[in-house]
């Protein structure tokens, strides 16, 4: 597939950015090697198959394996200091 410069200019007014004529030649070729690569990629044949049967669920279940504030007293024994079974630390913001 070919580019041409006045696409190259319709593409430039419509994506308004400036292309210096230095510039043009280097984006031409750029063009023309990208649409050669799509143009190979459009070529691909792609056999389809029905995917959804063949998938199947990898994560885990969802276990709970503590109850609720068992590590509690471990934790708050661990804190260089705590008030009414919270951690206390040092004010951030003033």
Do not use: C, H, W
């Amino acid at each position: 597939m070919s580019f041409t410069e006045a696409e190259l200019d319709n593409l430039s007014i419509l994506a308004r950015i400036d292309i210096m004529p230095e510039e043009k030649q280097k984006m031409l070729a750029d063009m023309q090697a990208i649409l050669g690569y799509i143009s190979e990629i459009n070529q691909v044949s792609v056999v389809s198959s029905n995917l959804e049967q063949e998938l199947i669920n990898v994560v885990r279940e969802d276990v709970v394996t503590r109850e609720t504030g068992s590590n509690t007293e471990t934790l708050l024994k661990e804190a260089p200091a705590t008030e009414d079974g919270y951690v206390k630390v040092m004010q951030v913001l003033k």
